[in-house]
């Protein structure tokens, strides 16, 4: 591809990627976090396989793969909105991303339930190291859900190719990492 | 500007996505009276399931298929050793 096709010509090596190309150091450096959080998780659950795997019993799989559906489902609604703002259709660009948001709401909403039913009975991140992974990798994987709303609120309002692109590359970087994040702790047992 | 993976491409891949989904979650035999450790087999279905989701995700949704092979390889490489990580620790915990 020749410099001045690509996406961000003058970026070097981040010029071929979509967006802005900084969102991409920041979507490296974020799995390479998590991707340490899920080796230390691996490592603990080879150490206490017991623990882990009892303390596992008590989570609600249909619940995580309710939530990754519903994740999934956002994810597509803003790649619908990337092709809609690319087609200059900013009025249908605005309502894919607020499908989206409402997605994002809709997984904050059943990961507040899932978090209140286990509270409820007593299970804290104190409880032991399987609920201590537990609620700190899903609060920190939370986090970056509500910041990726902010995103996609911000694009709604600001609506280029560029803003909507980078913000939707954020997104599918949070929804990937939930791909992972799922089979890890709700269903290898 | 990127060229874009286009409405239709989409579909097929959300539709295979939510499908993969399903099975990890039909593999993983979700009975919670029936709470058992998984066949190897199921385990390892689960997470190759979860391997070409997110291969599919960097390609479709991320638009990767349109980056440059180094960093299609970089993406698709940094799943390929979370996922072996996860394998690896869920095997040692299996063995021992």
Redesign the interface.
């Known amino acids: 591809m020749k410099e001045h096709e690509l996406p961000n010509p003058g970026w070097g090596p981040l010029s071929a990627l979509p967006g802005n190309p900084l969102m991409w150091v920041l979507i490296l450096s974020e799995m390479l976090v998590f991707m340490a959080f899920f080796a230390l998780f691996s490592s603990e659950r080879a150490a206490q396989v017991a623990l882990f795997d009892a303390s596992q019993q008590r989570l609600d799989p249909l619940m995580g793969g309710l939530n990754t559906l519903v994740l999934l489902t956002s994810g597509l609604c803003v790649a619908l909105a990337v092709e809609a703002t690319a087609g200059q259709r900013i009025r249908r660009a605005r309502q894919w991303l607020a499908a989206a948001m409402g997605l994002g709401v809709l997984f904050g909403v059943i990961k507040i339930i899932e978090y209140s039913s286990k509270f409820a009975i007593g299970i804290t991140p104190d409880t032991n190291t399987f609920f201590g992974f537990y609620y700190g990798l899903t609060a920190f994987h939370f986090a970056h859900v509500l910041f990726g709303l902010a995103l996609l609120g911000l694009v709604s309002w600001r609506t280029s190719l560029e803003n909507v692109e980078t913000a939707a590359a954020f997104w599918h970087m949070v929804d990937l990492i939930w791909i992972l994040l799922y089979p890890l702790l709700y269903l290898l047992r | ?2 060229s ?4 239709r491409r ?2 097929t ?2 539709t295979l ?2 499908g993969l ?2 099975v ?2 039909g593999s ?1 035999l ?1 009975d ?1 009276d029936d ?1 058992q ?2 066949p190897l087999w199921s ?1 390892g279905l ?2 190759l399931a ?1 391997g070409f ?2 291969q599919r ?2 390609m ?5 298929r ?3 092979p ?2 299609r390889g ?2 698709v490489g ?2 390929i ?3 072996a ?2 394998g ?3 095997l ?3 063995m ?1």
């Open positions: 500007m990127t874009l993976p286009g409405t989409l579909l891949t959300w996505l939510m989904t399903v990890s979650m993983a979700l919670a709470w450790t998984l385990a689960v997470i979860t989701k997110a995700l960097l479709v949704y991320l638009n990767l349109k980056a440059t180094a960093w970089a993406f940094l799943v050793l979370t996922l990580l996860i690896a620790g869920y040692v915990g299996r021992s």
